[in-house]
């Protein structure tokens, strides 16, 4: 492929089912896939679990969220759309997107939307495959995390609730 800063329209797909595999292979704990999502020498930033670098760190990292958190992960779904690419060279990618994570409650049996935010991937194609070489997440922890290139009008978010009085706090509680 000619180095341009378009990619042709195969690449562009074959790079959105990366996506894809990836979100399946997240949301259903397939290790397998996971794997095949990933160079061998990849890295994964994980907001909760820091950085990990090869197959098998980021496998035992993804195996440590699904496994020691099970509510959190089972019934979850990664969401991806709205991608921007970048080529860096004939076999390397820079993606922004969005996402949105989906996540069905156990407990209550109900859905909610967990979290949003966006991605800045590095991704590489090796043996013919496009792979991740250095995933970002992103997520909307709080108003700095959203990428916002607009004049900032929001109000300054409000002080945290403080805790109810003692006294007040002892009405509701059980009278012998």
């Known amino acids: 492929m000619p180095l341009t800063d378009k990619l042709s329209a195969e690449d562009r797909q074959d790079i959105i089912d990366l996506y894809a595999r990836y979100a399946w292979a997240?949301?259903?704990?397939?290790a397998q896939e996971m794997r095949a999502c990933f160079s061998e020498d990849g890295?994964?930033?994980?907001?909760?679990?820091?950085?990990?670098?090869?197959?098998?760190?980021?496998?035992?990292?993804?195996?440590?969220?699904?496994?020691?958190?099970?509510?959190?992960?089972?019934?979850?779904?990664?969401l991806f759309n709205t991608f921007r690419f970048f080529v860096r060279g004939p076999d390397e990618v820079r993606v922004k997107c969005f996402n949105q994570i989906l996540q069905f409650n156990t407990e209550y049996n109900n859905n909610f939307v967990f979290g949003l935010g966006t991605r800045d991937d590095l991704v590489v194609r090796r043996n013919g495959t496009w792979v991740y070489q250095a995933p970002y997440v992103?997520?909307?922890?709080?108003?700095?995390?959203?990428?916002?290139?607009?004049?900032?009008?929001l109000a300054p978010p409000r002080p945290p609730r403080p805790e109810a009085p003692e006294s007040l706090r002892d009405d509701y509680r059980a009278v012998d």
């Open 43 to 78: 890295s994964f930033d994980h907001l909760w679990l820091g950085r990990v670098q090869g197959h098998d760190a980021i496998i035992a990292s993804f195996e440590k969220m699904w496994y020691e958190q099970p509510a959190w992960w089972f019934g979850r779904q990664h």
């Open 138 to 153: 992103n997520a909307w922890q709080c108003r700095e995390d959203v990428p916002w290139k607009g004049e900032m009008r």
């Open 26 to 30: 997240l949301d259903l704990a397939d």
